[in-house]
Structure formats: structure tokens, C-alpha cells
């Protein structure tokens, strides 16, 4: 199954200004990655290629970095999860464009566990992630994110499970 997800956020500021923000992915000062909301980021050194590291059960190495524009992702885990992702910013007639690209074939069991569990926290995790973007630049957020009830239930059953899990 072929997936492509993509989310985008315009800010009214130079490039450079929100291309920064992706060279602090996975370290300490993380101005995009929401790791008070949901599993951290981790690199097993500073953001270059060849860097491996992965957030809760997905696993990656960066494959490609251009700081200050892009950062790409090839996936190593879940199995069945064959692809990449990828944080960009581009400049569109006067705006800046963040956006996070998400392109992969799911094999095997990832054909029901990305639409049925992935996805829908993939998404909303990107959206914090924007949020938190768009506070680290400086930007009000009258309305942030706001998890559906599907996210606020996987998020739930996860948590409960992995607890009885430890006992």
C-alpha cells in the first residue's frame, strides 16, 4: 500500500528564520519535535547523516541534511514501514513553507497498523509539533491542535496497556 501524508504550515517570516528551527531536531533545545506531548526524539549523535535514532517504536537513520532546509528520514522500524520522511521549508510567493512529508509502502501487518494506529497519531503529532513551531517563532496560537477522540482513545489503551505490561 502506497502512503503519502503530508502537513504544511505558511509563516509570514524569512526562510532562514523557520529553517532554523529544523536544525534543532533531536537535541536538547528541540523547537519542533513535541516530546512534552509524546515519545522524544533521539539521535545517537548531533543531527547529521548517517545519524540513527528513532522516537517510541519507529525507527530511522537521516539519509539527507541540508540545515536550515531539509532533513530526510529512511525508516529502519516497524517492520513493514519502507519509505522515508522528511522535514522541509521552501519558500512559496512571499511565505514559508515547514512541512513534514511522510512517503513509504506499508508491507505485511503495517497495511492495518498505519491506517488503524500510525497515522492518526502520526498526524496529530505533527500538528503539535507545528504548534510548537509556530510558539518557538514567536506566533500566538489562539487555537492549537486539538487530538480527535480516535487519538485521545489510542493514546489511552496504549498507556494502559504498556503500564500492565510492567507488572
Not at 11 to 17: E, Q, S, V
Not at 47 to 76: D, K, Q
Amino acid at each position: 500500500m502506497h502512503v503519502l501524508n503530508i502537513h504544511e504550515r505558511e509563516f509570514d517570516l524569512p526562510l532562514a528564520t523557520v529553517g532554523s528551527l529544523i536544525d534543532t531536531l533531536a537535541s536538547k533545545s528541540d523547537h519542533i519535535w513535541p516530546s512534552d506531548k509524546w515519545p522524544a526524539m533521539h539521535l545517537d549523535r548531533p543531527l547529521s547523516v548517517g545519524a540513527v535514532g528513532g522516537h517510541g517504536p519507529v525507527r530511522y537513520s537521516v539519509e539527507e541534511y541540508r540545515p536550515g532546509r531539509e532533513i530526510h528520514f529512511r525508516f529502519l522500524a516497524p517492520s513493514g514501514f519502507k519509505g522515508k520522511h522528511a522535514f522541509e521549508v521552501e519558500d512559496r510567493q512571499g511565505q514559508t513553507v515547514l512541512r513534514h512529508v511522510l512517503e513509504m509502502r506499508a508491507a505485511g501487518q503495517a497495511c492495518l497498523s498505519w491506517p488503524l494506529l500510525f497515522r492518526p497519531l502520526h498526524d496529530a503529532l505533527i500538528e503539535d509539533g507545528f504548534d510548537r513551531a509556530t510558539v518557538a517563532l514567536g506566533i500566538d496560537l489562539p487555537n492549537p491542535s486539538r487530538w480527535p477522540i480516535y487519538v485521545r482513545v489510542l493514546r489511552f489503551a496504549i498507556k494502559t496497556f504498556s503500564k500492565a505490561g510492567r507488572r
